[in-house]
């Protein structure tokens, strides 16, 4: 389970820190999410736990007509995010829960989001807000992971940890698999009609160049299920499970790369707010 929380503490830092290499896990996802998002209209759009700022900076280069802001709750992400902005006029970032998120000015008539709606404490509540913040009939755009067991970047790490040890990712909030159920995600987007799923299917790469096994092993011990694992299990199992993730990640190293399937839904809503 990853919350509010952890992305406040160890987790929000780990990503600022490690931005980079999560931008390269998401990178094959992210011109899907830039097409969809590219048939939507919005000239306020907000991106909605934006990290460390790939997707607003896009959107903004994309739309010079329209007014990006990033919001994030982790303070490192969004410095993170400013620090490889620049310039860019119509782009903005600011500290925020998007649970209790206030638009500075006019109202947003686009939500947009990779992968950072699946951490609220409350998401009936918190989409409620967004919508209720929306200007009428806004529009919203997002992906999140389908299920754990299409997501082999998670469920082949989780078979490596010892018996008893409860699984690192679960289909239930908060966390990266909470909207896998179209069901469960339907529930959760209250103050929202008109919602669509459409599933991609992408590389998730974890490793890549001069020593893409060593730099994939870098990668999960700092980011994801992994990481956890490392910092929690005691001594020899530890030991064990590194060993273990050794042999997975090369045995998933092909062409210079370490990469593992991964599967996500686009999401598409319409805010019933008019
Ligand atoms: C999996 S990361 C995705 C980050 C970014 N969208 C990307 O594609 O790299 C999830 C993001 O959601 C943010 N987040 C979690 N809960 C949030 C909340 N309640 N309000 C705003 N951001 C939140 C986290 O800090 C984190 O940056």
Redesign the pocket.
């Known amino acids: 389970m990853t919350?509010?929380q952890e992305?406040l503490g160890r987790v929000?830092q780990n990503?600022a820190a490690e931005?980079e290499r999560?931008?390269r896990s998401?990178a094959a996802l992210t011109p899907h999410l830039l097409a969809a998002i590219a048939l939507e209209p919005g000239r306020r759009v907000i991106?909605?736990?934006?990290?460390?700022g790939?997707?607003s900076i896009a959107l903004a280069a994309a739309r010079p007509d329209a007014h990006l802001t990033g919001?994030?709750?982790?303070a490192e992400?969004i410095d993170a995010a400013r620090s490889r902005a620049g310039d860019q006029v119509n782009l903005s970032f600011a500290v925020?829960?998007?649970?209790s998120?206030q638009a500075d000015d006019a109202a947003p008539d686009l939500y947009v989001?990779?992968?950072?709606?699946?951490?609220?404490?409350d998401p009936p509540a918190?989409f409620a807000h967004l919508a209720s913040k929306a200007a009428p009939g806004a529009r919203m755009v997002f992906s999140c992971f389908r299920p754990a067991s299409e997501n082999l970047w998670a469920t082949e790490i989780a078979r490596l940890l010892p018996p008893g040890k409860p699984a690192p990712a679960a289909d239930f909030p908060p966390g990266?698999f909470a909207f896998a159920d179209p069901d469960q995600a339907r529930r959760c987007l209250q103050g929202w009609r008109d919602v669509t799923f459409q599933p991609l299917d992408f590389a998730y790469v974890a490793g890549s160049g001069a020593n893409p096994v060593a730099d994939a092993v870098s990668f999960f011990s700092r980011i994801g299920p992994a990481a956890a694992a490392i910092r929690t299990l005691p001594d020899q199992a530890r030991a064990a499970f590194e060993r273990g993730l050794l042999e997975l990640v090369q045995s998933r190293c092909v062409g210079g790369r370490v990469c593992f399937p991964a599967a996500a839904w686009l999401v598409t809503a319409t805010a019933d707010n008019s």
């Open positions: 919350g509010a992305w929000g990503w931005w999560t931008d998401f991106d909605i736990g934006c990290g460390a790939e997707l919001i994030d709750i982790s992400l925020a829960d998007a649970a998120w989001s990779r992968h950072g709606v699946m951490f609220f404490t918190a990266p």
